[in-house]
């Protein structure tokens, strides 16, 4: 049964602009506005390598209509700086809580210790600190860190508490990749705001169920933003830091991009694509050849309409990033042949299934479960040898919602997708630690488990998350 069925089953879609609205099907999501001028230019966060202390609070900044509000960040502004790391080096950082309740800090790609993971029941009280410490042994590419308490990490990322975090290493440096001013973040993030510019975020029953969007897209915390490039081959870091809304990136022009790597670091080689569809928590690695572009053009980073991600998404083309090509060339990069070779992982001696299905009638929370159950905190739901090599089935095929599915303190690779795009997208030819599992599909991982400790895996649509979709596994 349709989930709009089932609920005018059980009696409750019939009020106006509530649960039914959202259900009703495309065209009912909060429309992305269009009215932006793309005059901002793009802010772009402080680089800090081997960063030492960090801290969570509430700031003014000014981000939309000119009015200086309240959000939280890592300072000095909204978000956070990006953080680099040579791999091999260790990140040894105190982390002040300054804002008036609990959070943590998850380090979203970081292999890393199960006590330094920012799991949800690693709390830093309000105005208390911790110590984060561990060493970065892992491919270069682009990780990020945000909070992960759980029932609040929607509501905490969404008023701004995010950055990147990047790892680098000496056989990426070798590739001679676009650097310097080069070299770009992009954190994109949907936003819904109140008319004194401070951020709302109050999902009601049916942006729990689809996940919460918001009518204004922001790059890097900024509201409209253009990026003078020189015609040169640029490298883009991009973020879908929202809480649910999934891009289909392109460029306005229709000119190919490429992907030269994804969450867990680089491709063997680049993808050569017109669009790609980016889900929340995913990264991208990006070459964009502007060389080509006549001076003085205009080509928008976009979202084109797609098709297949459930009621929610996909409905409009808008526009996210002005680039305005005004300078002639300066450099030489070239987009590499080849990048970085990847290990097949094989071997795998487990195979475990997860359904990832809805239950309407749990209306005070815990309607997105994985296995039928609702995370608990105490409760320990799969456990896996060290060392070991496994499959995991994510099976949304009687879903009709996307879950973009995380799984802390490994890195996987999608070995095969069945009952919708039915391939292994570009992006997945990679390391990963997010995957998309879209309406009607199976996707399979193969994963080494090589972090002793309780971790979480979790839908990382925020919503879903913090209504309960999320289980503790423990590797021992
Ligand atoms: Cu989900």
Redesign the pocket.
């Known amino acids: 049964m349709k989930r709009i069925e089932f609920l005018k089953t059980l009696g409750l879609g019939l009020s106006a602009g509530g649960i039914l609205s959202s259900c009703m099907g495309d065209g009912d999501v909060v429309p992305v506005s269009e009215i932006a001028d793309f005059g901002n230019a793009l802010k772009i966060p402080e680089t800090i390598y081997n960063a030492t202390s960090l801290a969570s609070k509430s700031l003014k900044d000014t981000i939309i209509n000119g009015k200086s509000s309240s959000y939280l960040g890592y300072g000095p502004g909204i978000l956070g700086p990006t953080i680099r790391i040579k791999s091999g080096n260790s990140l040894n950082l105190n982390f002040k809580n300054q804002l008036s309740e609990h959070t943590n800090i998850h380090w979203h790609g970081l292999v890393i210790p199960a006590e330094m993971d920012g799991h949800p029941d690693q709390m830093v009280m309000a105005n208390n600190s911790f110590d984060y410490k561990f060493a970065v042994n892992q491919a270069a590419g682009t990780n990020w860190y945000h909070p992960h308490i759980h029932e609040i990490t929607g509501r905490q990322v969404t008023q701004g508490l995010a950055g990147l975090f990047i790892v680098e290493s000496n056989e990426e440096k070798a590739l001679n990749l676009p650097t310097e001013s080069f070299e770009i973040p992009l954190i994109i993030q949907d936003k819904r705001f109140n008319d004194d510019g401070t951020i709302k975020y109050k999902p009601n029953m049916d942006e729990k169920m689809n996940?919460y969007m918001g009518e204004t897209i922001l790059v890097n915390g900024t509201f409209s933003p253009f990026l003078k490039v020189s015609s040169n081959l640029y490298r883009f870091r991009v973020l879908n830091g929202s809480s649910a809304r999934i891009y289909n990136l392109a460029l306005s022009n229709a000119a190919s991009f490429y992907i030269i790597g994804s969450d867990g670091g680089i491709l063997e080689k680049p993808e050569v694509v017109s669009s790609v569809l980016l889900s929340s928590g995913e990264r991208l690695d990006i070459l964009i050849d502007f060389s080509k572009v006549p001076l003085n053009s205009e080509i928008f980073l976009e979202s084109n309409q797609f098709s297949g991600m459930g009621t929610a998404q996909g409905t409009q083309k808008f526009k996210i990033l002005k680039f305005i090509v005004n300078k002639q060339g300066e450099s030489n990069f070239k987009v590499p042949l080849s990048l970085i070779p990847i290990q097949k992982l094989s071997g795998s001696t487990q195979n475990r299934n997860f359904s990832?299905k809805m239950k309407m009638l749990s209306l005070n929370g815990g309607m997105?479960r994985i296995n039928n159950k609702v995370y608990k905190s105490g409760r320990i739901d799969e456990t896996v040898s060290l060392g070991a090599t496994e499959t995991w089935e994510f099976d949304n095929s009687t879903g009709d919602?996307?879950?973009?599915m995380h799984i802390h303190g490994v890195h996987f690779q999608v070995v095969a997708r069945s009952g919708g795009r039915n391939e292994i997208q570009p992006h997945e030819k990679g390391w990963k630690d997010t995957v998309l599992v879209a309406p009607k599909e199976k996707v399979q991982v193969i994963i080494k488990f090589t972090q002793k400790g309780k971790f979480v895996f979790h839908?990382?649509?925020l919503e879903?998350?913090d209504d309960g979709?999320m289980l503790n596994f423990e590797v021992k």
């Open positions: 996940g990832l997105h919602e996307p879950h973009p839908c990382h649509n879903h998350e979709m």
